[in-house]
């Protein structure tokens, strides 16, 4: 168990370029959660995979986001003609859902996006 | 909808003291809550989770913490501190798929 990994760790793009980021989840791992942490505050939900199905995504997921998880293991979230507003750590989290019905998240080192 | 409060912003203890860090939930049903960690510029570490059972848990690093239903509460707990604890606490309640954070609470330790 090799744990979440997240690249890149850091980015720094120029406003208007299209930036994507990878997550790895845990190997065994059916979820896959996206979340948004800005400077000061916790992180805030933005989409989740179950398996290769994207089931859920937040309000503060704009036009501009987009994620991806083609084969139900890693995902990548692109996100298109920058905004400083963008700036933000983008963390990855992944968790084995059950017939329990509950489950733990396990996140990554995430990836801090600053927008220029 | 679910909602979390951590009340205290920012919290100075000294090394060896105890600590309590508190926590306040709003949820229709029986919560799912957890306590995470976070270092500077790194990802979120699971301290400990309630799911039901038992209402002191315990957790990794000598953390336990206690769900109180009748206060809506979750507070995290550690009877000596030590300077490696020094970080920001995230507490948060688990509902169908999403998790809703609280603001966290920065743990600064004096040596």
């Known amino acids: 168990d090799t744990g979440v990994s997240q690249d890149p760790r850091h980015k720094i793009t120029k406003r208007g370029q299209n930036v994507t980021f990878r997550c790895d989840p845990i190997?065994?791992?059916?979820?896959l959660y996206w979340y948004r942490q800005t400077l000061g505050q916790g992180p805030e939900f933005l989409t989740y995979?179950?398996?290769?199905?994207?089931?859920?995504k937040s309000r503060l997921l704009s036009d501009r986001f987009s994620a991806e998880r083609p084969k139900g293991s890693f995902s990548t979230l692109e996100i298109q003609r920058t905004e400083q507003g963008d700036s933000a750590m983008y963390l990855c989290?992944?968790?084995?859902?059950?017939?329990?019905?509950?489950?733990?998240?396990?996140f990554g080192p995430g990836t801090r996006l600053t927008v220029l | 909808a679910q909602s979390v409060t951590q009340p205290d912003i920012h919290i100075t203890v000294s090394e060896g003291a105890s600590l309590e860090l508190r926590c306040n939930y709003s949820?229709?049903?029986?919560?799912?809550l957890f306590w995470y960690v976070q270092s500077p510029g790194q990802g979120l570490q699971l301290l400990l989770k309630?799911?039901?059972?038992?209402?002191l848990v315990q957790g990794i690093k000598g953390f336990e913490a206690e769900f109180k239903r009748s206060q809506s509460s979750f507070n995290l707990r550690k009877p000596s501190v030590h300077w490696s604890d020094a970080a920001e606490y995230f507490c948060?309640?688990?509902?169908?798929?999403?998790?809703?954070f609280g603001a966290g609470t920065r743990l600064t330790v004096k040596p």
């Open positions: 989290a992944s968790s084995l859902y059950g017939t329990s019905g509950t489950d733990t998240q396990y």
């Open positions: 190997s065994e791992h059916n979820r």
């Open positions: 995979f179950q398996n290769e199905a994207q089931l859920e």
């Open positions: 949820y229709g049903a029986t919560p799912y």
């Open positions: 309630y799911f039901s059972g038992d209402t």
């Open positions: 948060a309640v688990g509902a169908r798929y999403d998790m809703r």
